[in-house]
């Protein structure tokens, strides 16, 4: 089955059934997936520090943190704990909120500016922001649109309730995505 698919990714939240996880990801990697990790939550990170250690460091391709998670991850403030978390993935993603978000891909670092917004509700905004960002990876943009597709959505969905979001406002993403 994983084998129409290209990537992996995987909600922090479940981390807690360590041998699930780690069942799944040696069979997206043997299957040629690349695998990517939400972090979710810092009380999930610390209560899993060392299985999330071990498993980015061996079969995870990009980590998506905000600053909280990074810190419970390594210790450090946002740059520090993107340079440690691109240590051990391919690429590393911390989102800092309304000052945006960090990427970093072996020495490259982009910065990425939130969208201005009215927020709401921050339902939704970092599986957002991971969906948007993986959708611009599978098509092959470069990191600085990937991070500018996550902030799109991410700034978006913030100004409702929940995670839902109307057709109008897709529509208006989608017009946004190809005016930049």
Same mark, same amino acid.
């Given at each position: 089955?994983?084998?129409?698919?290209?990537?992996?990714?995987i909600e922090g939240y479940l981390v807690q059934n360590h041998e699930l996880i780690e069942t799944a990801v040696k069979l997206a990697k043997k299957a040629g997936l690349l695998v990517s990790i939400d972090l979710a939550s810092y009380n999930v990170v610390e209560a899993n520090l060392e299985f999330l250690h071990k498993i980015i460091e061996k079969y995870v391709d990009i980590v998506f943190a905000n600053e909280e998670e990074a810190?419970?991850?390594? =210790?450090?403030?946002?740059m520090e704990a993107l340079k440690e978390l691109a240590t051990k993935c391919e690429i590393a993603v911390v989102k800092i =909120?309304?000052?945006?978000?960090?990427?970093?891909?072996?020495?490259?670092?982009?910065?990425?500016?939130?969208?201005?917004?009215?927020?709401?509700?921050?339902? =939704?905004?970092?599986?957002?922001?991971?969906? $948007?960002?993986?959708y611009g990876h599978?098509? =092959?943009?470069?990191?600085?649109?990937? $991070?500018?597709?996550?902030?799109?959505?991410?700034?978006?969905?913030?100004?409702?309730?929940?995670?839902?979001?109307?057709?109008?406002?897709?529509? $208006?993403i989608r017009n946004l995505l190809d005016t930049h």
């Amino acid at each position: 089955m994983l084998g129409r698919y290209d990537i992996f990714h995987i909600e922090g939240y479940l981390v807690q059934n360590h041998e699930l996880i780690e069942t799944a990801v040696k069979l997206a990697k043997k299957a040629g997936l690349l695998v990517s990790i939400d972090l979710a939550s810092y009380n999930v990170v610390e209560a899993n520090l060392e299985f999330l250690h071990k498993i980015i460091e061996k079969y995870v391709d990009i980590v998506f943190a905000n600053e909280e998670e990074a810190k419970a991850f390594s =210790g450090k403030e946002p740059m520090e704990a993107l340079k440690e978390l691109a240590t051990k993935c391919e690429i590393a993603v911390v989102k800092i =909120g309304s000052k945006g978000s960090l990427i970093r891909q072996g020495r490259e670092i982009v910065e990425i500016k939130a969208i201005p917004a009215n927020p709401i509700d921050t339902t =939704g905004a970092g599986d957002l922001f991971a969906s $948007g960002f993986l959708y611009g990876h599978s098509l =092959g943009m470069p990191l600085r649109r990937c $991070g500018e597709i996550g902030a799109i959505l991410a700034g978006n969905v913030i100004e409702v309730m929940g995670s839902k979001m109307t057709a109008a406002q897709w529509n $208006g993403i989608r017009n946004l995505l190809d005016t930049h």
